[in-house]
């Protein structure tokens, strides 16, 4: 039984479809077909046994109408008024109490047995009886006829019924048997026409499997059902491996392009150092010098091409004071930069925006520090946070050496600086605008910049403000 179990659950789902609905759709219609066989069977029945009995209340009705007096001579000559009483099929014998038979209306049937006790007769009963190979009911009765005492046998073929049964049962068999064809048939369109868009969605996921994920889905489902989610949720599952997989990759191109240069530099000085440095204290100490800070732009990049990879997911639930982050951003960058001076004005209701305080902090970071290291003057940033009913604007303003408007729309480019050998010796990467750009497109936060060259940069962060109630 578990062995059948087993082979049917390994069966494909167009089977398992087409057997179950197949044997569903023909129970219930050979339920239906036996009931309906059982109670017209009955029926029938029914009424055979109400004319059989019908046909000796008139035939005994009937005699004793002719009186007292009459004889079985004169009812032997009046047979004809007694024919009509009767059906055509049904024979009626008189026997008188010795069992020879006196009086026979029609003679369809051979007669049957006599019940050899009195009992019997006085309570008539209907049999049913097989007379001669023909399937019968049968009435015994004792009549009177004027003084005359006999018995009274009525035969009943049931030749109707039962041809009329057998037919019922042919008919049913092969219309049983036409509903089990049709039932399968159907139940296998309908499966194959239900399983198509499956069968199309398991094809195409082998393709990307094979071909990886160049290969896009070929697969024109647009119904709004189970198949259209499992495609739509199969889609975006695939979109978000791709992603994965471009970052990675990107990730591996990058830092194996950027490394490389500050890897040589490193190698050239360190091979300076074994060939001369070691008798050469100047060329040692500058040979040390510019490793030292080749390793620490290493770093810097790596720290930043990893924060670029990991695309931490956006964690909706995030929440940052704007005012409190801001503060601590300054205290860390004042230490960093003591020329600098900053300076906040605020305007409005005090409210959380949506992100989280690291994302906001490395944003703020990000900017301030760039407005402090390309300035040829005494930095001064100057940030005014303005809350309205919808929206946190934070604009963040240096008096930096400013970016031209032909450099403007690539700053966010990863790796770009607008001047290689000042970007060099501030000691950038080109990856801060990249991550905050990336940052804020998380967070869905606005972000525009203006900038003059020689006067300064305004960049002006729009935030939707952080709803408490969600
Ligand atoms: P980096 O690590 O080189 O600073 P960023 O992505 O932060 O990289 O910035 C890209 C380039 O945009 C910088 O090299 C710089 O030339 C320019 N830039 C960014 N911010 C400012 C600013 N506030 N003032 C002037 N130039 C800026």
């Known amino acids: 039984m578990n062995s059948i179990k087993q082979r049917m659950l390994n069966q494909s789902m167009k089977t398992k479809w087409t057997f179950a609905t197949g044997i569903t759709i023909f129970?219930?219609?050979?339920?239906?077909?036996?009931?309906?066989?059982?109670?017209?069977?009955?029926?029938?029945?029914?009424?055979?046994?109400?004319?059989?009995?019908?046909?000796?209340?008139?035939?005994?009705?009937?005699?004793?109408?002719?009186?007292?007096?009459?004889?079985?001579?004169?009812?032997?000559?009046?047979?004809?008024?007694?024919?009509?009483?009767?059906?055509?099929?049904q024979t009626v014998r008189i026997f008188n109490l010795d069992g020879i038979e006196i009086l026979r209306i029609n003679d369809v049937s051979v007669a049957a047995n006599i019940p050899s006790t009195v009992d019997e007769l006085l309570s008539p009963q209907i049999t049913e009886q097989e007379?001669?190979?023909?399937?019968?009911?049968?009435?015994?009765?004792?009549?009177?006829?004027?003084?005359?005492?006999?018995?009274?046998?009525?035969?009943?073929?049931?030749?109707?019924?039962?041809?009329?049964?057998?037919?019922?049962?042919?008919?049913?068999?092969?219309?049983?048997?036409?509903?089990?064809?049709?039932?399968?048939?159907?139940?296998?369109?309908?499966?194959?026409?239900?399983?198509?868009?499956?069968?199309?969605?398991?094809?195409?996921?082998?393709?990307?499997?094979?071909?990886?994920?160049?290969?896009?889905?070929?697969?024109?489902?647009?119904?709004?059902?189970?198949?259209?989610?499992l495609l739509r949720i199969y889609r975006s599952m695939i979109n978000e491996l791709e992603m994965a997989f471009m970052q990675q990759q990107q990730f591996v191109s990058d830092a194996s392009h950027e490394l490389r240069t500050p890897i040589q530099v490193v190698e050239g000085h360190l091979s300076l150092i074994k060939r001369w440095g070691k008798d050469d204290p100047d060329i040692l100490d500058e040979a040390l010098n510019t490793s030292l800070a080749e390793i620490s732009r290493m770093k810097t990049m790596i720290e930043e091409l990893l924060n670029l990879a990991r695309r931490e997911k956006m964690d909706?639930?995030?929440?940052?004071?704007?005012?409190?982050?801001?503060?601590?951003?300054?205290?860390?960058?004042?230490?960093?930069?003591?020329?600098?001076?900053?300076?906040?004005?605020?305007?409005?209701?005090?409210?959380?925006?949506?992100?989280?305080?690291?994302?906001?902090?490395?944003?703020?970071?990000?900017?301030?520090?760039?407005?402090?290291?390309?300035?040829?003057?005494?930095?001064?940033?100057?940030?005014?946070?303005?809350?309205?009913?919808?929206?946190?604007?934070?604009?963040?303003?240096?008096?930096?050496?400013?970016?031209?408007?032909?450099?403007?729309?690539?700053?966010?480019?990863?790796?770009?600086?607008?001047?290689?050998?000042?970007?060099?010796?501030a000691g950038g990467t080109g990856l801060g605008l990249s991550i905050t750009k990336m940052l804020v497109e998380k967070y869905r936060v606005g972000i525009e910049v203006k900038s003059q060259v020689g006067v300064g940069t305004l960049f002006l962060l729009q935030f939707s403000r952080k709803n408490n109630n969600f």
Do not use: C
């Open 131 to 229: 007379i001669d190979g023909t399937h019968a009911f049968v009435v015994n009765k004792i009549v009177h006829i004027g003084p005359f005492q006999g018995i009274m046998q009525l035969v009943h073929p049931l030749t109707t019924f039962d041809a009329m049964m057998k037919y019922m049962m042919t008919t049913m068999l092969i219309v049983g048997l036409g509903a089990l064809l049709f039932s399968v048939s159907i139940s296998y369109y309908l499966a194959k026409l239900l399983m198509k868009p499956l069968v199309g969605l398991r094809d195409s996921m082998e393709a990307v499997r094979k071909k990886g994920f160049e290969e896009q889905l070929n697969l024109h489902y647009t119904a709004d059902d189970e198949i259209g989610d």
């Open 316 to 425: 909706p639930h995030a929440s940052a004071n704007v005012e409190q982050v801001l503060q601590s951003v300054t205290e860390e960058l004042a230490v960093l930069y003591p020329r600098a001076r900053f300076s906040q004005s605020v305007v409005g209701q005090q409210t959380d925006v949506a992100m989280s305080e690291q994302a906001l902090a490395q944003v703020f970071r990000n900017l301030i520090e760039n407005g402090i290291r390309y300035n040829d003057e005494i930095p001064h940033i100057q940030t005014t946070i303005h809350y309205d009913e919808d929206n946190v604007f934070v604009q963040i303003e240096d008096n930096g050496i400013g970016i031209s408007q032909q450099n403007l729309p690539h700053i966010f480019d990863r790796f770009y600086r607008v001047d290689e050998s000042r970007g060099e010796i």
């Open 27 to 89: 129970f219930s219609f050979a339920v239906i077909t036996i009931i309906l066989y059982v109670a017209l069977q009955t029926w029938l029945i029914n009424n055979e046994e109400k004319n059989a009995l019908r046909t000796v209340d008139d035939v005994t009705t009937f005699f004793e109408m002719q009186g007292a007096t009459v004889t079985i001579q004169q009812i032997q000559h009046n047979k004809g008024l007694m024919k009509a009483i009767l059906t055509q099929e």
